[in-house]
Antibody, heavy 120, light 109 residues
Framework: EVQLVQSGAEVKKPGESLKISCKGS????????IGWVRQMPGKGLEWMGI????????RYSPSFQGQVTISADKSISTAYLQWSSLKASDTAMYYC?????????????WGQGTLVTVSS | SYVLTQPPSVSVAPGKTARITCGGN??????VHWYQQKPGQAPVLVIY???DRPSGIPERFSGSNSGNTATLTISRVEAGDEADYYC????????????FGTGTKVTVL
């Protein structure tokens, strides 16, 4: 079974750093892209960026460029999303999802989500 | 940047047909994918490449795409279909690349 399992919920203070993870299983992790999607409380889905673990080719939405860093460790089939200095506005649910290819393709499956709460 | 517009809400009686639109400039020239998100759960792909269904998705779910509007149709609606639905495309003309629609809340009366 193809599966993406994300790390658990986080509660952080403004200014702190954070790295959340997404572990793939049941498929060749280096042959598919992993995208990250933000969902703020009560809001819709926003694409943040995408990485190809095979060669670490990474693309960012302009809205998130410079705000987060996406990386992957193919030796342990895990992708990451990290912040160097969190803001209260980063409070959201974050999903990872598998993409077949860069371009006109879809995301399937999705991880269960990681809730990030940033509050002083 | 490319914008996808969906109606905020659609209400439908059980057994009837729900149609959810996704509007975008010349969206008919793009491939449209649809996701279902139930409360407290991650999104699930229900339609890809405009009208294809992943395995496990009921035949009641279908899609079409032409001109400036893509449509997700849910036939013989059931209570379990109550969820938020999002369309998604890839926009090669901008750096935003993957674009999601604004989302539609489907309420089963």
């Amino acid at each position: 079974e193809v599966q993406l399992v994300q790390s658990g919920a986080e509660v952080k203070k403004p200014g702190e750093s954070l790295k959340i993870s997404c572990k793939g299983s049941g498929y060749s992790f280096t042959s598919y892209w992993i995208g990250w999607v933000r969902q703020m409380p009560g809001k819709g889905l926003e694409w943040m960026g995408i990485i190809y673990p095979g060669d670490s080719d990474t693309r960012y939405s302009p809205s998130f460029q410079g705000q987060v860093t996406i990386s992957a460790d193919k030796s342990i089939s895990t992708a990451y999303l990290q912040w160097s200095s969190l803001k209260a506005s980063d409070t959201a649910m974050y999903y990872c999802a598998r993409g077949l290819a860069l371009g006109e393709n879809w995301f399937d499956p999705w991880g269960q989500g990681t809730l990030v709460t940033v509050s002083s | 940047s490319y914008v996808l517009t969906q109606p905020p809400s659609v209400s439908v009686a059980p057994g009837k047909t729900a149609r959810i639109t996704c509007g975008g400039n010349n969206i008919g020239s793009k491939s449209v994918h649809w996701y279902q998100q139930k409360p407290g759960q991650a999104p699930v792909l229900v339609i890809y490449y405009d009208s294809d269904r992943p395995s496990g998705i009921p035949e009641r779910f279908s899609g079409s795409n032409s001109g400036n509007t893509a449509t997700l149709t849910i036939s013989r609606v059931e209570a379990g279909d109550e969820a938020d639905y999002y369309c998604q495309v890839w926009d090669s003309s901008s750096d935003h690349n993957y674009v999601f629609g604004t989302g539609t809340k489907v309420t089963v009366l």
